[in-house]
């Protein structure tokens, strides 16, 4: 039976339309609605592919603008609201047979559809007539069968789980029961009411209505309202404007359609929505600005400050000359000026004056604090525990989280919990352009910064275990050679904002800063030769052979213990290939220094000569001495010119200090008995006298340098008259040619007398900052007049990160350049924004004909040191003397001349993050326009061809749970084996293609695959979750403290709540700093055993340091399958 009323609780309205459209086969069906879906469509769609002409009249849901008199386009919001609805949808056979069922039915001449555009049609009927229609006919609506009004929309939710309200009014056939008693009752009171000759009329006693009268008169009621709805329905109608190849379009156009997209279209897509919201990005309005910036600089602060918001730290990473010092300004403007917070900027005692500048141009307030203060023993970090922001410059500089200036900047960031004077988490700003000198640990000690040690800080975003991600990550780099922007990419994306020169210059060609166009000079390569051989007077085969010869046995101690003392033999195996790994690095260091200069050589050789002959004689003495245990007793001794004198043991002179004596006779005692001391002392002979050899023979050849003899041929020929800064990987190097060109008075005087000045480590911050202001007076804006400046600057590495040189021109690098990093740092001194060079030239210095044969040697000890780090056994200190493999091919291009290599290892050497990707959608954008990406609908796709490739791309979006913006789901899956790859610098480069890139449909199951993805990102989810929630690993130490601590409760000694608080403070990762103090604390409890005292040292750091415990609900938002909207896909086959 038809109800009268639907409300989808008692009836739903899917059930009644299937009902009253069973008995309109061939007969006309109209609907008027605010909303049509495919889910509605398919609740009817056996029953109305019967009818015999169908109409359907839709309005659109008013936009906001219409509440303040603005006429909304209702065609492209109703468009909009379409498409928004299919993109929600998820992919399956099912959706995609049906929507191509829907199409099909809608192509029917049988079916038109109509939009309202004259206002909001808000209206929802549903009409049916029993005329029999044709093509000839479809129009007739005479003979009114059934209407239902109300509130039902014709989607999904409308006719059957939405609370709706909707009447129906309808005529009554023979199959319907003519009499409806309980309504009979109902209206009894009417004839009660009515006069007596009234109600006879109404009801002649002894009569019944006949069942056919009864249907027609409750029939009449029911037409007059179908009729009155009909012509209510005609007037809107006649109204509308066609929308039926609009509706087709749209969805022929969605992920189930048959429109075939592009691979270039469908990697639009992926690049258009992957950065949407950067794009849709505006600037925050803080206020009044001192800061002037270019396009890109301002963009990229807009991005920061979107991460600072979210992580509350950030990395500026752009290539070195580009401006970070100006991104780093504004930022600290932001905080420290507009929110008057407390921040503190950490820098180099170098760049300390640069900043002062920088900031009081901007009356910006900012403390400063120097790098080396905080390597003091004495460092306080307590009256700086409580800033707000924190911007680290060259922050690579904290590269290394063991050393004492890693300790003190993380107390100032972890002191007060982590928060700063305003309550809120510390914001921590890096400004690195290679924050990756030696191993990827070297980013991670950096980005643990603002992380405060906790583990599960990127859990949102996939990665459950920082360390873990980082740990796999590194192996990942070795296997496939792989770069860190690459292998960390995801991560990257997140916290990193990089821009580089390439990237500038093609996404922003008209960029300016204070209305002056931004332009970058041309670089150039230029290599100087020299002879190595006549260097070193036909000696060089000679030394090289001795180097190889040499067995440094002081550094292998291990190597000589007697076989029946060892007691672990998987010990004794380890400490031995970590010393030969040692020995390597040494021997490497030896070829370095052998090219750098003859100097340099020989003062490694008088080095070695005094330790191995000092190690030789505290060993007769029954003593063992390591190498950087000499190194710290040297420091009692006044020896300004060491290295003039005769080499040779210093122990008696060691001795005669009372200092060094006393430091010697502290260090830990080995047992000579477990040792051949024998062989062990056979062998330093050996290499003593080797290296006295050597000694002899090299040191008179100063007098007749053929390598300093070509860079004064170079400085007085091509490059006489121009500013030179010759940088050189040693002191030593850089001091024997600043002495020796500025005591070369003929050769001054062939060119001209330039003034030549040196920096090392030996000069003082203050007298570095006076001399580049005589060298570069213009980029450091100091007034020095033209007589006055410095021509010919020789500088270590001192200088090559965070100084602006610019008035240079050229470059030398007296020195093969083993750490492409070197090279990009020095390079970034002088080519930089408003450089007034066309060109900067980096000259090179190459041994001619022995260039071959120095990286053979070289990279054969690179290979065995590689083999002992690949066991995990060296230091993440000594790993900066291990040449990597890849660098002996870049040395031979940069003696080619190859300038694209620069290029090539900026990139490399920093961090290549989003801004590659970004850099193509801006080429894009400059192309085809914004609005071409946008129309776009979500859950395209195409396929291509690709070598050695049979898989599927994905891409899925899910909102934030903070509701931020989007996070990015990337995934390729192979067809084969399953495997599934989510880097999506790494999928990019498979799904990048050109504008005539063909389209190609492989055989791959895209249901079948696109399961496994979404089973993928979900178990990965999980993954992320558990390790999260799994116990942190704490240090050795919180443990054993914890455990006295519950031993000291039950004994009774200390208070129980206290105790309690503390223990869970020592179940919180820690920073080393504390941990340090922690160790010293228990330390002293086990000479004192005092539990009151342990439990206070544990309650004072807990003050310090300890964090307020975390929302457990704020991050308990589980990415479930529903989440997930397909974005675009692809097939790629081979």
């Excluded at 008013?62 to 065609?75: A, N, Q, T, V, Y």
């Excluded at 789980?161 to 003519?178: C, G, K, W, Y």
């Excluded at 890849?886 to 291009?893: E, G, K, L, Q, S």
């Excluded at 055989?1003 to 496994?1012: M, N, T």
Aim: charged share 30%; hydrophobic share 40%.
């Amino acid at each position: 039976m038809i109800p009268f009323v639907i409300d989808n609780d008692q009836h739903r309205l899917s059930d009644v339309l299937n009902a009253l459209l069973a008995e309109s086969n061939g007969r006309p069906f109209d609907v008027a609605t605010a909303y049509f879906s495919v889910s509605g469509y398919r609740l009817v769609k056996n029953e109305l592919h019967k009818v015999g002409a169908f109409r359907l009249l839709l309005g659109a849901e008013p936009e906001s603008g219409k509440d303040i008199g603005l006429r909304p386009d209702e065609r492209r919001a109703l468009l909009a609201r379409l498409r928004g609805d299919l993109e929600a949808s998820p992919f399956n056979a099912e959706t995609l047979k049906l929507v191509e069922d829907l199409i099909a039915f809608l192509r029917a001449d049988k079916v038109e559809v109509r939009l309202y555009e004259r206002g909001f049609l808000h209206a929802k009927a549903y009409l049916l007539h029993h005329d029999v229609v044709s093509q000839h006919n479809r129009s007739d609506r005479l003979r009114p069968y059934a209407a239902i009004v109300g509130s039902s929309n014709f989607t999904g939710p409308g006719l059957t789980s939405n609370r709706e309200l909707n009447i129906v009014h309808r005529v009554f056939t023979q199959a319907d029961e003519p009499t409806d008693h309980e309504a009979a009752e109902r209206v009894a009171y009417l004839a009660r009411e009515a006069t007596s000759e009234r109600a006879t009329d109404l009801q002649p006693s002894g009569a019944e209505v006949p069942a056919t009268a009864r249907r027609l008169i409750k029939s009449e009621v029911g037409a007059r309202a179908i009729s009155d709805l009909t012509q209510w329905f005609e007037r809107q109608w006649r109204d509308a404007g066609d929308f039926k190849q609009d509706l087709i379009e749209l969805l022929d156009a969605s992920k189930f359609g048959t429109t075939e997209y592009t691979p270039y279209q469908v990697y639009l897509k992926a690049l258009y929505e992957y950065f949407r919201d950067e794009l849709g990005e505006e600037a925050l309005d803080a206020g009044r600005s001192a800061v002037a910036l270019a396009e890109f600089q301002d963009d990229a602060v807009k991005r920061a400050r979107r991460i600072l918001a979210r992580y509350d730290g950030v990395l500026i990473a752009d290539s070195v000359g580009l401006g970070k010092t100006w991104i780093g300004k504004k930022l600290l403007e932001d905080f420290a000026y507009h929110r008057r917070q407390k921040a503190i900027v950490v820098c180099a005692a170098s760049l300390r004056d640069m900043w002062r500048k920088e900031l009081a141009t901007a009356t910006i307030a900012a403390q400063m604090l120097g790098m080396e203060e905080m390597g003091r023993e004495t460092f306080d970090p307590k009256p700086w525990g409580d800033a707000d922001v924190i911007l680290i410059d060259e922050s690579h500089n904290f590269r290394n989280d063991k050393a004492n200036r890693y300790l003190g900047i993380e107390q100032i960031i972890q002191l007060n919990g982590g928060r700063g004077r305003d309550g809120d988490r510390k914001k921590v700003i890096l400004l690195s352009a290679t924050p990756i000198n030696n191993d990827l640990y070297d980013l991670l000690s950096q980005i643990r910064l603002f992380t405060q040690a906790e583990p599960d800080y990127f859990r949102d975003i996939g990665i459950g275990d920082l360390n873990l991600y980082f740990r796999r990550a590194r192996q990942q780099m070795r296997q496939q050679d792989a770069s860190a922007g690459t292998v960390l990419f995801n991560l990257l994306e997140e916290i990193v904002v990089r821009n580089t020169r390439p990237f500038i210059r093609v996404a922003y060609p008209n960029a300016t800063i204070n209305g002056k166009p931004v332009r970058f000079p041309d670089r150039k390569l230029r290599t100087v030769q020299y002879s190595l051989g006549a260097t070193y007077a036909g000696l060089y085969d000679e030394i090289v052979a001795a180097i190889d010869h040499l067995s440094l046995a002081p550094y292998k101690l291990e190597f000589y213990r007697k076989p029946e003392t060892v007691l672990d033999k998987q010990d004794h195996e380890w400490e031995q290939g970590r010393e030969q790994g040692f020995v390597g690095i040494f021997k490497t260091r030896f070829l370095k220094r052998l090219e750098s200069s003859i100097e340099a050589f020989r003062l490694s050789l008088h080095r070695a000569l005094t330790f191995e002959s000092t190690y030789l004689d505290y060993l007769l003495d029954g003593k063992v001495v390591s190498s950087s245990d000499f190194q710290k007793a040297m420091r009692f001794l006044e020896r300004d010119a060491e290295d003039e004198s005769d080499p040779g043991s210093v122990a008696d002179q060691l001795d005669a200090v009372a200092e060094a004596k006393a430091y010697i006779d502290g260090l830990p005692r080995v047992d000579l008995n477990q040792y051949d001391l024998r062989r062990l002392r056979h062998e330093v002979e050996a290499d003593i006298a080797l290296l006295k050899r050597l000694y002899d023979r090299t040191a008179p050849l100063a007098a007749n340098d053929a390598k300093l003899e070509a860079l004064k041929e170079a400085l007085a020929t091509d490059l006489k008259g121009k500013k030179i800064l010759v940088f050189s990987s040693f002191k030593d190097t850089a001091r024997y040619v600043h002495r020796t060109l500025s005591n070369d008075a003929e050769w001054l005087k062939r060119i001209g007398q330039p003034t030549i000045r040196r920096i090392d480590s030996g000069n003082h911050p203050s007298e570095r900052g006076y001399i580049l202001g005589l060298f570069a007076p213009v980029a450091n804006q100091a007034d020095v007049k033209l007589e006055d400046q410095i021509d010919i600057l020789i500088s270590t590495d001192v200088l090559s990160e965070g100084q602006n040189l610019q008035d240079c021109g050229i470059i030398v690098n007296y020195d093969l350049t083993w750490n492409p990093i070197r090279l990009v740092q020095r390079n970034g001194r002088i080519d930089r924004i408003g450089s007034p060079h066309e060109a900067v030239v980096i000259c090179n210095m190459f041994p001619e004909d022995e260039l071959e044969r120095l990286l053979r040697l070289v990279e054969r000890l690179t290979d065995r040191i590689a083999q002992i780090d690949e066991l995990g056994l060296l230091d993440a200190s000594i790993l900066g003397e291990v040449v990597h493999p890849r660098t002996f091919n870049t040395i031979r291009r940069i003696r080619n001349e190859d300038g694209a290599v620069l290029d090539e290892e900026e990139e490399r050497a920093e961090l290549a993050g989003p801004e590659t990707l970004l850099r193509q959608l801006k080429e894009l954008l400059n192309r085809q326009g914004k609005d071409s990406l946008a129309a776009l609908p979500h859950g395209i796709h195409s396929g291509l061809r690709r070598d050695r490739c049979h898989g599927m791309f994905f891409y899925f979006q899910a909102a934030r749970p903070d509701g931020s913006g989007q996070r990015h789901f990337w995934r390729y899956i192979d067809a084969k084996t399953h495997d599934v790859l989510d880097n999506r610098f790494q999928i990019a480069q498979v799904i990048a293609c050109q504008p005539d890139e063909p389209r190609y449909i492989g055989d791959q199951d895209v249901f079948s695959l696109q399961e496994k993805v979404i089973d993928h990102i979900l178990r990965s989810e999980k993954e992320a979750e558990a390790k999260a929630a799994a116990p942190k690993t704490v240090d050795p130490a919180q443990q054993a403290v914890a455990e006295e601590l519950k031993n000291a409760l039950r004994r009774g000694t200390i208070e129980r709540d206290a105790t309690k608080s503390a223990i869970r403070y020592l179940g919180q990762p820690m920073g080393r700093f504390a941990v340090k103090r922690l160790k010293a604390a228990y330390a002293e409890w086990t000479k004192d055993r005092s539990d009151q005292v342990l439990l206070s040292s544990v309650q004072s750091l807990a003050v310090d340091y300890g964090k307020e415990a975390a929302d457990s609900t704020s991050r308990e938002v589980t990415l479930a399958r529903e989440d997930l909207e397909l974005i675009c896909f692809e097939y790629v086959s081979s």
